[in-house]
T-cell receptor
C-alpha cells in the first residue's frame, strides 16, 4: 500500500471541531482513502472512506484535496469519547494485495474537557 | 448482526501449551483477517483468508496456524509460543471490495508465560 504521513499527536478541546491531516503524495488513481480509529483497549473502528469527492457520514467528514495528495478527517464537535488513535490508510487495487489493509503509526488525538 | 466476535477476550498460556483463538462474523463478508498488535504500536497484518482460502501469509512463524472452517468462522491455533508473542490479536472481516470498510473485533489479549 502507498505510504501516508500523519502527525504523531494532536490536541483539541471538547465541543470544538478537529481537523486531522494526512499526506499521501504517492497516491494512485485507484487508491481509496480510508480512516479508522482505535479507542483504548478496543479494536480499530471504521470511520469513513472516499476516492475523489468529499464524504460525510454520521461520525465525520472527509475532505479530499483536488490533487488527492492529501486529505483531512473532520470531527465536527469533539467529545471525550473521540479520544483515540486515528489511522489514515490507502487501499490499493493491486490484485493479490486487494485484501490488505496496512496501518501506519496514526495520530493520537487527545480531547481536553 | 454487524459485529465480529472474538473469543476468548483474555488468554494466558504456557510456552508448551496448545490453544486456539476464535473469530466469528455473520455479515456475509468474504474476506477475514488476523492482525497482531503490540502495546503502543499499530496493528500488523498476519493472515488473510479470501473465500475460505488462505491468500496472504505475512511470513508468520509456523507456531501460529490459521484455519477457516467456513465463511463465518476463523480460528488461530497457537502452539509453542514465546513470551514475545504476547499481544492483542485482532480479527477483522470485509467484503473485500475497495469501496467497503473493515469490521474489527475487540481482540484477544494473549499473555505467554
Amino acid at each position: 500500500d502507498a505510504k501516508t504521513t500523519q502527525p504523531n499527536s494532536m490536541e483539541s478541546n471538547e465541543e470544538e471541531p478537529v481537523h486531522l491531516p494526512c499526506n499521501h503524495s504517492t497516491i494512485s488513481g485507484t487508491d481509496y482513502i480510508h480512516w479508522y480509529r482505535q479507542l483504548p483497549s478496543q479494536g480499530p473502528e471504521y470511520v469513513i472512506h472516499g476516492l475523489t469527492s468529499n464524504v460525510n457520514n454520521r461520525m465525520a467528514s472527509l475532505a479530499i484535496a483536488e490533487d488527492r495528495k492529501s486529505s483531512t478527517l473532520i470531527l465536527h464537535r469533539a467529545t471525550l469519547r473521540d479520544a483515540a488513535v486515528y489511522y489514515c490508510i490507502l487501499r490499493t487495487d493491486s490484485g493479490g494485495s486487494n485484501y490488505k489493509l496496512t496501518f501506519g503509526k496514526g495520530t493520537l488525538l487527545t480531547v481536553n474537557p | 448482526d454487524t459485529e465480529v466476535t472474538q473469543t476468548p477476550k483474555h488468554l494466558v498460556m504456557g510456552m508448551t501449551n496448545k490453544k486456539s483463538l476464535k473469530c466469528e462474523q455473520h455479515m456475509g463478508h468474504r474476506a477475514m483477517y488476523w492482525y497482531k498488535q503490540k502495546a503502543k504500536k499499530p496493528p500488523e497484518l498476519m493472515f488473510v483468508y479470501s473465500y475460505e482460502k488462505l491468500s496472504i501469509n505475512e511470513s508468520v512463524p509456523s507456531r501460529f496456524s490459521p484455519e477457516c472452517p467456513n465463511s463465518s468462522l476463523l480460528n488461530l491455533h497457537l502452539h509453542a509460543l514465546q513470551p514475545e508473542d504476547s499481544a492483542l490479536y485482532l480479527c477483522a472481516s470485509s467484503h473485500g471490495d475497495l469501496n467497503y470498510g473493515y469490521t474489527f473485533g475487540s481482540g484477544t489479549r494473549l499473555t505467554v508465560v
